[in-house]
T-cell receptor, first 111, second 117 residues
Framework: GQQLNQSPQSMFIQEGEDVSMNCTSSSIFNTWLWYKQDPGEGPVLLIALYKAGELTSNGRLTAQFGITRKDSFLNISASIPSDVGIYFCAGQRTSGSRLTFGEGTQLTVNP | DTAVSQTPKYLVTQMGNDKSIKCEQNLGHDTMYWYKQDSKKFLKIMFSYNNKELIINETVPNRFSPKSPDKAHLNLHINSLELGDSAVYFC????????????????FGPGTRLLVL
């Protein structure tokens, strides 16, 4: 089935550093979503992207929908300890179709 | 107010038992989903219902049976539980774009942690 390759799998950074993670796919998606999952909780939507080339920010987070519609990246600037968690990308082909998730990026921020 | 809620949050049971997980959303969405997250944190779709109609049915054992009594509820019943069913099960909901004209995003519940002994 479809798969999303998300990298890196894990990151260990110091507070204040910037973070970048990305997802690539062998097939096209028309929607890209980025979620964060805190321990013991469900994934929470961070940013949704609906148009190729779209660049969207949410506070210190910025995400882009790749021009080819086969990739997306998420940047976090000036990381803080509460940024710790697992970040997932997800792609959707059409409205109502299933989300295909990446394998997640485990982010650890050292104070 | 909780948008997508699930009960129970934790479920510990013996192999062979039958159990149900309930999900409710108060967002007015018309589509609901069940996902399974394994020990490696990989999220995989199991089922999807739109307006109480099954639209996605992944290859899961037929011991798993979803039921949607109305648009706001999607329950998951599991028969003859096995050790490999231990995982976190997430419910999610969304509003189909073509039906509403709004951009569609999925919102997740807090998860049900199932442990089969």
């Amino acid at each position: 089935g479809q798969q999303l390759n998300q990298s890196p799998q894990s990151m260990f950074i110091q507070e204040g550093e910037d973070v970048s993670m990305n997802c690539t796919s062998s097939s096209i998606f028309n929607t890209w979503l980025w979620y964060k999952q805190d321990p013991g909780e469900g994934p929470v939507l961070l940013i949704a992207l609906y148009k190729a080339g779209e660049l969207t920010s949410n506070g210190r987070l910025t995400a882009q929908f790749g021009i080819t519609r086969k990739d997306s990246f998420l940047n976090i600037s000036a990381s803080i300890p509460s940024d710790v968690g697992i970040y997932f990308c997800a792609g959707q082909r059409t409205s109502g179709s299933r989300l295909t998730f990446g394998e997640g990026t485990q982010l650890t921020v050292n104070p | 107010d909780t948008a997508v809620s699930q009960t129970p949050k934790y479920l510990v049971t013996q192999m062979g038992n039958d159990k149900s997980i309930k999900c409710e959303q108060n967002l007015g969405h018309d589509t609901m989903y069940w996902y399974k997250q394994d020990s490696k944190k990989f999220l995989k779709i199991m089922f999807s219902y739109n307006n109480k109609e099954l639209i996605i049915n992944e290859t899961v054992p037929n011991r798993f049976s979803p039921k949607s009594p109305d648009k706001a509820h999607l329950n998951l019943h599991i028969n003859s539980l096995e050790l490999g069913d231990s995982a976190v099960y997430f419910c999610a909901s969304s509003q189909w774009y073509w039906a509403s004209g709004v951009k569609e995003t999925q919102y997740f519940g807090p998860g049900t942690r199932l442990l089969v002994l």
